[in-house]
């Protein structure tokens, strides 16, 4: 790997890291101010609406200047945002801001790997980047549940810290710092040397080429197959991520702190899904990994009728004066099954379509396209949790629907991949 390529890495684990801890941590702001449970989904969706309605113009700002530089401002803006709920601004607002930054981080974070490293190398970058952004998962969603636990709350009682009325204050704030140590290593990422045309001086041409970009994408036979699935996974994945808190409370009896915990234990699994496919899948077989996309819904469904009423009271393994449930014990390997197939199957997708990307269009531009897929299915799935939420349907039965409905639409993908195949050769194109 060429120089500044494990800076960057670096740079995305902590980042991502203050991601996975601000999520704790708002909803944990959500319970200390009394919110609905339908209020939950919604934090997230004003996170995601600046995925959306900014997807035109990202593009052209990673390209505009350095990504190093667009990625420093991208957590400079997460940072505010921390420090905006702090100041007791409503979590969805300030959340909004949070989500403002990332947005404009996502083209950044991939972009710079297709400016810095050859075609060849994009699946073994991708595992790489999941791979920190998965262990990053782990940690982050660890320590947010550590910093709102009832040890934090007390250690928050008697410390009497300016602006840290709560555990959750506490979570904020170091997530807030987090953010602020990656913009400094964004600073040390060298320049790729990558050029483009600024175009932010032209917002309304931006409209008319992002939706010529996101034609050609479509349009292609190769990157509606990758842009389907990611986009298909992507949504899915953001919705379980709050599922998952919402099954372990219901289905487990965990409370929010100690569900995060088995939360960042599916992030070992997709670390380990994604070492196996830089090691096992190259680049031209990467379609071959359509049918773990149908597994990994039907994994969820199955998850879904996981619950401690299958076990005997008392049941556990014992170390020393504590019993461990085997209920929980036993679910950290479905978790982990369910990450594995997660990860092995969105690396070599998602290096498909950044090569066909940056092949058709600019690095940039077909990243900005992706993120617009992608978080367009993440506020229509949120936006179905949260009806389902308020309509009152049990946990169990929500997962049930959202993993039924992407094991259907896996299945149509892989049928559709093998339509594409009789009218060109989808191997040639990958090599392209």
Known sequence: MKKGFYTIIAAQFISSLADNSLLIAAIALLSVIRSAAWVT??????????????????????????????????????????????????????????????????????????????????????????????????????????????FADRWVAHAHVPLIRSSADLAMFATMLTYAIAAAINVFIPDTGARYENRLREPTKLVGDFYHCFNVLWADKLAQIALWVTTLMWGGAVTLQLLVLKWANVNLGLSLSKAAVMQGVTGLGIAVGA??????????????????????????????FYNKDLFPAGSGLRLGSYVLPFYILLAYPLMILLGTLAGFFIVPMNAILQHRGATLLSAGHSIAVQNFNQNLAVLLMLGAYALLLIAKMPAQWIIVVFGTFITFMMWLAKRRSAMNARTVDMRAMVEE
């Open 275 to 304: 070492a196996g496919a830089a090691a096992l899948i190259p680049l031209r077989q990467s379609l071959r990994v359509l049918p773990v996309g149908i597994l990994s819904g039907a994994v969820a469904i199955a998850m879904a």
């Open 41 to 150: 989904p919604m934090l997230q969706m004003f996170f995601t609406i600046s995925y959306v309605l900014l997807a035109p113009f990202v593009g052209a700002f990673a390209d505009a200047m350095q990504k190093r530089h667009v990625m420093f401002i991208s957590n400079a803006l997460k940072a505010s945002g921390c420090l905006m709920m702090i100041a007791g601004v409503h979590p969805m607002i300030a959340y909004g801001v949070v989500g403002f930054g990332a947005a404009a981080y996502s083209p950044a974070k991939y972009g710079i790997l297709t400016e810095l490293l050859p075609a060849e190398k994009l699946v073994k970058a991708n595992a790489w980047l999941e791979s920190a952004t998965v262990l990053s998962t782990i940690v982050g969603t660890m320590v947010g549940g550590a910093l709102i636990s009832t």
